[in-house]
């Protein structure tokens, strides 16, 4: 079983500052890891494997720096990593990614199963996934947290979408997108990250798509989408009261406070 993993390396949240006067994330601020939701459908590719035997390609589309992460891919279990990288992709939207992507993949030739994760952390679009899908006109599955059951030509996953779950069964080749809830991604091994170290990453440029991709549709001048304006929302804190006395004297302040901040509404 051949299985595809697109993965993107993204900021570290926890650290990474905003630069409220440009209106941009300060990506120098914190250093790259791998979108934590990829992951997850590294971990689903690597039981797979393991199970149906075969090999994992990871794909990513990114900066020179994102060659960290698609190492990082092989020591979590993947084969063979190839990094989209130049110019020409630089400003991509969700449209143009994916479409870099798909003609990447296009490129590799055989395959049975792309693994997504269901969004990132930075762009959160969910898009990609479904997208690369419909540029290869294969079937998908989003949202999946379960894979029930796997074959050389099939496979049955439980997806869930807000309060309602569906198990469902799709040919091969297909696509799926996952959520945090599938599994729990092992760490590497020492011995694994020495041999990720050493591994050659591929280099693709827009020439080594240029079978699959047209460079009118690739990066910025390939997106239909226009940014005006990017605001980030303020932050703001959490507050508290703590309120004493009986049960009784306290119950009444948090009503008179509550009232005071219009959550009940005013006493007629
Ligand atoms: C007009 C415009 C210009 C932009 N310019 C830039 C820019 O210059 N630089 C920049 O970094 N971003 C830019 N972006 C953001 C860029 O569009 C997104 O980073 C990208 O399309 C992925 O979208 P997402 O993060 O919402 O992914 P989602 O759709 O949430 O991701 C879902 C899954 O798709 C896969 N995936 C997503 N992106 C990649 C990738 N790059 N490689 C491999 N797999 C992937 C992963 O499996 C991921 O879990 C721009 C966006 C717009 C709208």
């Known amino acids: 079983m051949n299985i595809i993993v697109p993965v993107k ?18 990506r120098s601020s914190a250093s790259g890891e791998i979108n934590p939701f990829d992951l997850n459908a590294l971990e689903t590719a690597v ?5 149906l035997g075969g090999a994992i390609t990871t794909v990513s589309m990114g900066p ?40 990447a993949i296009k490129k590799l030739g055989e395959w049975d199963i792309i693994i997504c994760g269901e969004k990132t952390v930075d762009g959160d679009t ?30 049955t996953v439980l997806c869930e979408l807000e309060a309602d779950r569906y198990v469902i069964e799709s040919p091969l080749p297909t696509l799926l997108t996952v959520t945090k809830d599938i599994n729990v991604p ?17 280099h693709w440029g827009a020439a080594e798509i240029a079978d699959f991709a047209d460079p009118a549709n690739l990066g910025l001048k390939g997106s239909p989408t226009r940014l005006n304006k ?6 703001e804190g959490r507050r508290g009261e703590v309120f004493r006395g009986s049960p009784e004297d306290a119950a009444k302040k948090v009503a ?13």
């Open 47 to 51: 039981q797979l494997k393991e199970k």
């Open 186 to 202: 092992r760490i590497p091994s020492f011995k694994d990250k020495m041999k990720a170290r050493k591994a050659e990453i591929e």
């Open 126 to 155: 969910g898009q990609v996934g479904p997208e690369i899908a419909e540029w290869l006109a294969i079937p998908h599955i989003a949202y999946v947290s379960e894979v029930r059951e796997a074959t050389d030509s099939t496979i």
């Open 64 to 103: 020179p720096q994102a060659e960290s992460s698609v190492r990082d891919s092989l020591a979590r279990g993947s084969d063979r990593g190839i990094l989209l990288v130049g110019k020409e992709f630089a400003g991509a939207d969700t449209w143009a990614t994916s479409y870099a992507l798909a003609a």
């Open 9 to 26: 390396q993204v900021p570290d949240m926890e650290r990474v500052k905003f630069d409220t006067e440009a209106g941009r994330i300060d």
């Open 256 to 268: 008179d406070a509550l009232q005071a901040l219009g959550v009940l509404g005013s006493a007629k």
């Open 230 to 235: 990017v605001v980030i929302p303020s932050e």
